[in-house]
């Protein structure tokens, strides 16, 4: 089993990257903000999961062991493949995925492709409580409560989830954050 790849970005795809290592190129499914920050040539160090299956076996790098971490929570959770689980760590942060998970916010998971709010129900039933030490322990009760006010004034959840995204969660107080988050909406 491949669990740690070092080497040469070889070339890009909007799925994955090849690493180009000791001659051998390997083709890494990632997230998109890693695909997006890498260009050709560049050096790069990923964290793998090998994911083998009767007709296939696939490569998933992240450049974050905390990423890889949450990767393998949830594809442990059943309904959720590989696939679902990239994509939810495209969208979403460790950090973010725990904080909805262990705040029980189903709509936030939701935002992810292929994740409906019964699948994120489920997600959160399954993980709570085990995600927790992803948690940035600063930021979860502010930014929860920065969404609970734009949901209360009728922004869209996928509106909230954009701008908080945005957002600088340094703020020292959650008036001043979501004065931020305001400012940010479009």
Excluded: C, W
């Amino acid at each position: 089993m491949i669990g740690y790849l070092k080497g040469v970005v070889g070339a890009v795809s909007e799925k994955e990257i090849i690493v180009l290592t000791g001659g051998v190129g390997y083709r890494v499914l990632s997230p998109l903000p890693l695909l997006l920050s890498k260009v050709p040539g560049s050096e790069i160090e990923l964290h793998i999961h090998t994911h083998v299956r009767e007709d296939q076996l696939a490569l998933f790098g992240f450049e974050q062991k905390s990423e890889l971490e949450v990767f393998e929570h949830l594809i442990n959770v059943s309904g959720i493949g590989p696939k679902s689980a990239l994509g939810m760590l495209s969208v979403h942060s460790p950090a973010s995925i725990a904080d909805a998970v262990e705040q029980g916010d189903a709509q936030a998971l939701s935002h992810s492709p292929g994740i409906g709010k019964k699948t994120a129900e489920k997600i959160i039933l399954e993980l709570k409580g085990k995600l927790s030490r992803f948690q940035d322990a600063s930021k979860p009760d502010a930014l929860f409560e920065v969404r609970l006010a734009l949901e209360a004034l009728g922004y869209s959840s996928k509106e909230i989830h954009d701008v908080l995204q945005k957002v600088d969660a340094n703020q020292p107080s959650t008036s001043l954050l979501i004065k931020d988050a305001l400012s940010k909406m479009k």
